[in-house]
C-alpha cells in the first residue's frame, strides 16, 4: 500500500515496513508525487526519481534488522555536501560540486536512509529567519504569514510537511533549534565535534553543529547516533566521551534551571509568557527541584556572537567570495558578514578571555541543575514585519539560542504548545557537553506531556 497523506517519522515507517503494510519503493513514489504536486520553496536541488528508486529496489535483498534506517527518506541543508548534487549554501554564484559526500551524510546512507534532496537555506548559514534566500522564502507550515525560522529553513519544512522523515541542517546561533520550535519539531543540536563537520560550509567553522531535525525525540537521537563519530580531517571533531554509552538518571530525580523571572523576554507577547509559565508548571510537578538562576551570565555570550568577532570568523569561510561577487549577495547577508572587517586581532582576544571567563562562570550554574529550561525563542514574527526590521529580529530571535555553542553546551527544542495564530511554542532543554542523552530525555518528558501521552 502506499500512504495517503504524508511521510511518517522514523520509528512510525520503520514499523510499517516490519508488518509489511508498505515497502521503500512505494514511499519514494509518495514523496516524489508530493514534491511534483507541493510548492513549498522547502527544496533547492533533488535527486533523480529513478536513482532513488534503484537504492530502494536494492533493499529488498536486505534485511531490515542490518539497516537501522532502512528505507528512510531524509534530506540535507545545502551547506552540506552530497557527492551527486551541487551545494550552493544559498548562493547560486557560490554552487560547486563536490567530490564526496560529507561523512555524516555517507553514515545514514550506509544505514539504509535515502537521501532526496538538498534544502533551502538562509544563505551562508547567516540568519534565524527562512526569508533571506534567492530559492524563495520558507513560510511557516502552520500559517504562511508567518517566517519559518532558519537558517535549516527549508529542512524544517521538508519535515514538517512530511516530505521526509528527518533532516539534517546545520546550527550555529539556533539555525537548527529556531525553525524546529516554530514548526513543531524536535531540534537536537548536539555537543559541538560530535558529529563532523568535514563536508560543511559553515556559519562559523569553530562553533557550527549539524543538527537533526524529526518528529520526535527518539528519532533524532537514533540519527544523531548513526551519524555520530569522530573524523581526523575534521579539526573540532570530538571523541563523544562515551555520550551515547551512558545511562541517563530517571529524570524526576534531575534538577532544573529556569531564567528568574525579570531575566526572560517575550517581546511583549502575552500568550507567549502564558506558555511559558504552563512549562514552568509541568517541571515543578515533574522534577526534583526547579529553580531560577541568573540569565546575565547567558545573555552576556549571546551578545557577543554577532557583536564580537565571531562576526569575523564568517570572512574565513566566505569573504573573498563575497568582495569578488558583492551583486550575488542578500543584501543583509553581505552586511552581517562584511561587519566582521571591522574587529582587530585584539578584539578577537579581549572576546576569547571574556568567553572562558562566561564558560567558568556557567559552569558554576551546572554544578547546581542538571539542566536549563527556556523559551527556544520569545515570540513569532510575520514575513513582512521580519522584513521591516531584519537585523533587530533576527536579534531577538536568537536571545535564548545564540550562547548554547559559544559556552559548549547541548541542546534540544521541543514543541510545547501553539500560539492562536498557529506556529508552535517550544522550549529548549540545554545540558553541559556531552549531555546529549540527558537533555533528550528531559526533552521527551515535555513532549509527552504536549502531546498528552
Not at 99 to 121: F, Q, R
Not at 151 to 180: I, Q
Request: hydrophobic share 35%.
Amino acid at each position: 500500500m502506499t500512504f495517503d497523506t504524508t511521510i511518517p517519522g522514523v520509528s512510525e515507517l520503520l514499523e510499517r515496513y516490519k508488518r509489511n503494510e508498505t515497502t521503500p519503493k512505494e514511499v519514494v513514489q509518495q514523496v516524489y508525487y508530493q514534491l511534483a504536486t507541493e510548492d513549498t520553496n522547502a527544496w533547492i536541488a533533488t535527486r533523480d526519481k529513478a536513482d532513488v528508486l534503484d537504492e530502494a529496489e536494492a533493499l529488498a535483498s536486505v534485511s531490515i534488522d542490518e539497516k537501522p534506517l532502512y528505507g528512510i527518506p531524509f534530506a540535507v541543508k545545502d551547506n552540506i555536501d552530497y557527492s551527486e548534487l551541487p551545494t550552493s549554501a544559498g548562493c547560486p554564484a557560490y554552487t560547486y560540486k563536490p567530490d564526496e559526500s560529507a561523512p555524516v551524510v555517507e553514515k545514514l546512507l550506509d544505514a539504509g536512509a535515502l537521501l532526496i534532496g538538498k534544502t533551502n537555506m538562509d544563505q551562508f548559514a547567516t540568519g534565524l529567519v527562512g526569508t533571506r534566500s534567492p530559492y524563495g522564502v520558507c513560510k511557516n507550515v502552520f500559517n504562511s504569514d508567518f517566517i519559518s525560522g532558519g537558517s535549516s529553513s527549508g529542512s524544517a519544512v521538508a519535515v514538517a510537511t512530511g516530505h521526509v522523515s528527518f533532516a539534517l541542517g546545520t546550527d550555529t546561533a539556533g539555525s537548527g533549534r529556531v525553525p524546529a520550535a516554530l514548526n513543531g519539531l524536535i531540534g537536537l543540536k548536539p555537543t559541538r565535534g560530535v558529529l563532523s563537520n568535514s563536508g560543511v560550509v559553515p556559519g562559523c567553522a569553530s562553533l557550527s553543529c549539524v543538527s537533526v531535525l524529526a518528529h520526535t525525540i527518539d528519532d533524532a537521537v537514533r540519527v544523531e547516533q548513526i551519524a555520530a563519530g569522530y573524523d581526523q580531517t575534521d579539526q573540532y571533531s570530538r571523541h563523544s566521551k562515551g555520550t551515547f554509552e551512558s545511562t541517563t538518571p530517571a529524570v524526576e530525580t534531575l534538577r532544573i534551571g529556569v531564567p528568574a523571572e525579570d531575566d526572560l523576554e517575550f517581546y511583549q507577547n502575552k500568550e507567549a509568557k502564558q506558555q511559558f509559565e504552563s512549562v514552568v508548571d509541568d517541571l515543578t510537578a515533574s522534577f526534583s527541584s526547579v529553580e531560577r538562576i541568573d540569565f546575565s551570565i547567558f545573555e552576556e555570550a549571546s551578545d557577543l556572537l554577532y557583536n564580537g568577532p565571531w562576526v569575523a570568523e564568517r570572512l574565513t569561510n566566505v569573504g573573498e567570495f563575497i568582495k569578488e561577487h558583492p551583486d550575488d549577495i542578500d543584501i543583509t547577508v553581505r552586511g552581517i558578514i562584511r561587519d566582521g572587517e571591522m574587529y582587530s586581532a585584539s578584539d578577537a582576544f579581549d572576546a576569547f578571555h571574556r568567553l572562558e571567563r562566561l564558560r567558568k562562570d556557567a559552569a558554576v550554574i551546572f554544578e547546581d541543575i542538571d539542566a536549563l529550561v527556556v523559551p527556544t525563542i520569545g515570540t513569532i514574527y510575520t514575513i513582512e514585519g521580519e522584513q521591516l526590521h531584519p537585523l533587530e529580529i533576527n536579534s531577538e530571535l536568537g536571545y535564548y539560542t545564540n550562547f548554547v555553542n559559544l559556552l559548549d553546551l547541548s541542546a534540544v527544542s521541543v514543541p510545547t504548545g501553539k500560539y492562536t495564530a498557529g506556529p508552535t511554542f517550544s522550549v529548549s532543554v540545554i545540558g553541559e557537553a556531552f549531555d546529549d542523552l540527558q537533555i533528550a530525555s528531559i526533552g521527551d518528558t515535555l513532549h509527552d506531556r504536549e502531546l498528552g501521552k
